[in-house]
């Protein structure tokens, strides 16, 4: 019955280093990721016969330009204009590819500066914006132009009705910030947060202030999925695909008709039934994380915690190691930094691998994962992974 | 010596789906797109009904006397863009239609504590003319 059932598998997962200003570009951080990856699933750039990237506008670069440089000759290439739940699309995409013969094994990436170059959401003409988006006339003469405020109406909204209180936003910032205490890679490594000091820092957009927010940095990420019959060639441990729910969509965020359901409600129950597999079995977590609030919203939708009781379920420890459902346990894009949602996936990738054993980023005997995209209230992705 | 009075905030672009609403806003009267086939309001307007696809629309006029509620809002403590460094904070709300719930409105809510906003807050309409001859829906805390 199960759509996925472990039919395709990560086999590398790769990096460029992140920092607020790279000083070079998409193209050449986007190379080492690859390479990186390549290394990872002991593969060579030939054993490639299919690149997909996805970006917001022109912000990254193109797969064609990544495998020239790579010095491969891909027979598919493919490039989306996207950004959360883009990875697990892309991902989905490459799954049905593989299983319909048509390719063997696919690098997805995603490379931009969006410290030093385009930063989502800012520097743009503001009369650009009212053309570009989608009842733009009726958002920028309100000054309505950013993330932080878009998101922070559904956000205002669903506390109110669900009694979700700014410290329960604290709480998903802290888990989060305290693992990127454990992790050196992290950009907030050695910036601890605490509850007192969150509390403290003023809103930009209510009800967020800049811990709620994700750490906008120059970085690539790499994956490459493979069949599994494949897999067992590689040098690394394989992750399974066990179920997926490339993306679904609900009506445009900025009808704001209607805010009180978001895409991932959606998501969820294809997710679910395609992995064969219930929320409780779940025992490791990448939730998409551009806002604090998301993160409880998804778990909502995800089923890991009731409406109304999720503020309980994070103030209690939950996301944090040792809690029921450890959640970006690398930092997350709050406090590790921000991909558009891939950097998670490779760290889920990692703990399903079990490559922190022995230390205390481990997540204890870890078999299934769940990664959740999430492109606004309005579109939403996730899969399961298994080792 | 000139005064400068150029208004800074981005003046909402009239489009071919948008005009009639924003004709109708410099006259300082509200008017909504609906859906011909299936009669739902259509908001912001677009060139066919969201909720069945219909191409057919029409508009209707909904007068100068238009109140509301908080349905959701935000409070903004930093511009995003040009001219709001001046406003701060900006209180920017979706405010469900009293004649419609289902119609959402983004606008601010001007001659208010952004303290003492809240979800159900009741709202009335106004227009502010910001150029010779262009007005903008705002949202004022109605009289109770
Ligand atoms: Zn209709």
């Known amino acids: 019955m199960a759509t996925y059932s472990n039919q395709c598998a990560i086999v590398g997962v790769g990096e460029n280093k992140r920092s607020r200003k790279s000083g070079t570009t998409p193209l050449h951080m986007a190379l080492t990721a690859a390479r990186n990856a390549l290394a990872d699933a002991g593969l060579e750039a030939n054993d490639l016969d299919g690149i997909m990237n996805y970006s917001t506008g022109a912000d990254s670069c193109p797969s064609h330009e990544l495998a020239t440089f790579l010095g491969c000759h891909p027979k598919y290439v493919k490039d989306v204009s996207g950004g959360g739940s883009s990875t697990e699309l892309l991902i989905a995409d490459a799954v049905a590819l593989i299983e319909a013969g048509m390719l063997n094994t696919v690098l997805i990436y995603r490379s931009m500066n969006g410290s030093s170059g385009h930063q989502v959401g800012r520097g743009y003409d503001p009369n650009m914006l009212q053309e570009m988006l989608s009842g733009g006339s009726f958002l920028m003469p309100y000054g309505t132009a950013s993330p932080t405020q878009w998101f922070g109406m559904f956000a205002t909204r669903h506390m109110q009705q669900t009694g979700i209180t700014k410290k329960h936003l604290g709480h998903v910032c802290i888990s989060f910030y305290e693992h990127a205490q454990r992790n050196p890679d992290a950009f907030l490594h050695g910036k601890p947060l605490d509850m007192e000091t969150y509390l403290a820092t003023p809103d930009i957009s ?7 927010c994700c750490v906008e940095l120059d970085e690539a990420n790499a994956i490459i999925v493979t069949s599994a019959a494949n897999a067992k060639n590689c040098k690394s441990k394989p992750v399974f695909i066990a179920g997926m729910a490339p993306r679904t969509t609900h009506s445009n965020t900025h009808y704001w008709t209607q805010v009180d359901e978001v895409a991932a409600d959606y998501a969820a129950a294809e997710l679910y039934r395609s992995a064969g597999v219930k929320p409780e079995d779940i025992q490791v977590a990448a939730i998409y994380d551009c806002f604090s609030w998301v993160v409880l919203r998804q778990l909502e939708s995800y089923g890991f915690a009731k409406r109304g009781e999720v503020g309980d379920f994070v103030a209690d420890g939950n996301l944090k190691m040792g809690g029921l459902l450890p959640s970006n346990t690398a930092g997350g894009m709050l406090s590790e930094g921000y991909t558009h949602g891939m950097n998670n996936v490779l760290e889920l990738v990692r703990q399903l691998r079990h490559d922190y054993k022995g230390t205390d980023r481990q997540v204890k005997n870890c078999e299934l994962g769940i990664a959740t995209g999430w492109a606004g209230p309005d579109m939403a992705g996730a899969m399961i992974l298994r080792n | 010596m000139t005064i400068k009075t150029d208004y800074e905030k981005p003046i909402p672009l009239k489009n071919q789906d948008n005009h009639p609403y924003w004709d109708a806003a410099d006259q300082h009267e509200l008017k909504l797109q609906k859906c011909t086939a299936c009669r739902s309001f259509i908001h912001p307007p677009g060139p066919a009904c969201p909720s069945c ?21 935000v409070v903004s403590y930093r511009p995003f863009l040009p001219g709001f460094q001046h406003d701060l904070p900006t209180i920017i709300t979706v405010a469900s239609l009293d004649a419609a719930p289902e119609v959402k409105l983004m606008a601010n809510i001007i001659n208010c504590d952004a303290e003492d906003v809240e979800i159900g807050m009741p709202l009335q309409m106004t227009w502010v003319d910001i150029t010779e001859d262009r007005a903008l829906p705002q949202w004022i805390p109605a009289k109770k």
């Open chain 1, 206 to 212: 209510s009800p967020f202030n800049i811990h709620d």
């Open chain 2, 53 to 73: 696809g219909s191409p057919e629309t029409e508009w209707e006029l909904l007068g100068s006397n238009i109140s509301a509620t908080v349905y959701s809002y």
